[in-house]
């Protein structure tokens, strides 16, 4: 089936659910948006009901099952925005949300409440955020996030590149994405050209979490981003059943830095609604990193960090900011000192 998969009858026909789970997973698709592009459904292995690539996409009953910790906003999005679309978490950068659309949607992500729309900023919300960043001279950054920015057309790619690398201020503009891994025919010559603008730096940041994503086509198109000159970060998140074991995340992490991708970030998931059944334990993160720094030169290590519940913001989790307690929860501590509890898992 070559198209895009939105509901519960398309994945019965791609033989990705079974008519016996589609009842059960129509409230699913209620909740929670459902795409699946037939890069993804390419790569999925359908004689195997673990499959890493078909648990981060395809819907699961699981997803309605809440836990007491879980939050709508795990990470604090709508505590630090100023107006609507931006968060301004940290002094010198800010997120640039301009777009509630994927072309995929992460079965784990930790704004499923928010996604899935398809709404952009509107043309009055964006001047407002635009506004926002221009009288605001500490801000030496600006990330594109959503939702999925590199949805965008090459056209309002190539308008928002211009319009943020014109504020004297801004030297970074970080886009963050999985269009190349999930939908590669999109990162095309024009695309790439749009993303560049004179007066900032363009960097990229992909997310991809298992080695099988990176198609041959998945890999041209981050060929073409590097070739184009744009730095390239990796973000991954560790889930369970899809890459919390050592030699996943070892031939994950191998591949971005042989595709000229530097691994940045490993996320501890976040407490996002109807997601525990993707969490791993600290203790089994830590664990893996001790494995991954005897396999792996530090070209290739990604940060392990957890991001505080509430918009405390990021912390490493293998550092002195992080202590278990005695019933298994940890406490975390924050960038102003300050220490947060959090679950054992």
Not at 100 to 110: E, G, I, N, S
Request: charged share 25%; glycine share 6%; proline share 6%.
């Amino acid at each position: 089936m070559n198209r895009t998969l939105r509901t519960i009858d398309d994945l019965v026909a791609a033989h990705l659910v079974s008519r016996e789970e589609s009842c059960a997973l129509e409230a699913v698709a209620a909740r929670y948006a459902i795409t699946i592009t037939p890069t993804i459904a390419a790569l999925i292995d359908r004689t195997d009901d673990q499959d890493p690539i078909a648990r981060q996409f395809v819907p699961s009953a699981q997803e309605l099952s809440a836990t007491a910790e879980e939050r709508a906003d795990p990470i604090g999005d709508a505590r630090h925005a100023p107006v609507p679309g931006l968060v301004h978490r940290h002094e010198d950068r800010v997120l640039l949300k301009a777009v509630a659309a994927c072309p995929v949607y992460c079965r784990f992500c930790f704004r499923r409440e928010w996604v899935g729309s398809g709404d952009a900023l509107s043309a009055d919300a964006l001047d407002a955020a635009l506004g926002y960043i221009a009288t605001h001279r500490e801000i030496w950054e600006v990330i594109l996030t959503g939702g999925d920015p590199f949805v965008l057309s090459p056209r309002r790619v190539r308008d928002l590149s211009g319009r943020i690398a014109a504020l004297a201020h801004v030297k970074i503009v970080r886009w963050h994405t999985r269009v190349p891994m999930v939908d590669p025919a999109r990162v095309n010559g024009e695309f790439v050209e749009a993303l560049l603008a004179g007066g900032a730096t363009t960097w990229i940041a992909l997310h991809a979490n298992h080695p099988r994503e990176f198609s041959r086509a998945a890999r041209a198109a981050i060929a073409r981003l590097g070739d184009a000159g744009i730095p390239l970060v990796s973000q991954s998140v560790l889930l369970k059943g899809v890459n919390d074991d050592a030699d996943t995340l070892e031939r994950l992490m191998r591949a971005f830095v042989e595709m000229r991708v530097k691994p940045y970030y490993l996320h501890h998931p976040d407490l996002a609604p109807g997601t525990s059944h993707f969490r791993v334990t600290i203790d089994d993160g830590l664990a893996l990193m001790t494995s991954l720094r005897r396999r792996l030169s530090g070209l290739a290590l990604p940060s392990y960090v957890l991001d505080i519940p509430g918009g405390a913001g990021k912390v490493p989790l293998e550092s002195r900011d992080v202590e278990k307690v005695g019933d298994g929860s940890w406490r975390i501590r924050d960038a102003g000192g300050r220490w947060h509890a959090y679950p054992p898992k």
